[in-house]
């Protein structure tokens, strides 16, 4: 099955298009969150306990109370209609693990990049990322309970973004929020897609 194309049902007639979503961010953003809150499936997840070790690594100032980190990807299925599934990867924030991020970008139709105000810089990484790569993405700021509130304007500014690149704030927890956020970046994607003198490079 091609997440550029679409797959053959032996059980129906209709061939179902797969829309491949990828959801990043830093270091405990809130990807395994969103990931969970919109799967219709039990999520996959690579979750394993911070050590010691990695503990030297993977700074948790800001998000002390995280006691886990992705070491592969998240994975959740949501299923539109019958000839319509979104299929959602959630990328490891860790430097150690952006080599992975090559073969999960490979025919996603864009990213959604989680931002934690308490550690924005930790969302550079991917915004640099997805700009360099020529992929559709938006910013989304999830609301951490406690956390210093900025407008999306300030946050654009922070990081420095081009003035087309949506900006919103979103509850990583609340599944109509997180829908939004997907809603937002499909609609991005094809503004761009209809623009774009070369559509199939978002697919690379």
Known sequence: MGFAGSYQDSHAETVPIAI???IAGGFGAGKTTLVSALTEIR???????????????????????KTTTTVAMDFGRITIK?????????TPGQQRFWFMWDELAVGALGAVVL?????????????????????????????FDGARRFSAEIVRS????????????CDARQRASC?????????????????SPDPVSYAR
Not at 82 to 90: Q, S
């Open 20 to 22: 491949k979503i990828l």
């Open 43 to 65: 999520p996959l997840r690579t979750e394993e306990d911070l050590s010691e070790p990695s503990a030297l690594v993977d700074l948790t100032d800001g998000v002390e109370d």
């Open 82 to 90: 019958d000839d319509l599934v979104v299929y959602l990867f959630g």
């Open 115 to 143: 931002a934690d105000t308490r550690r924005l810089a930790d969302c550079f990484p991917s915004v640099d990322y997805f700009e360099q790569r020529g992929t559709p993405f938006i910013v989304a700021v999830n609301c």
């Open 158 to 169: 922070a990081l420095n973004l081009n003035l087309d690149v949506p900006v919103i704030l």
């Open 179 to 195: 829908r939004d956020a997907l809603v937002t970046l499909v609609e991005h994607a094809i503004r761009l897609l209809a623009t």
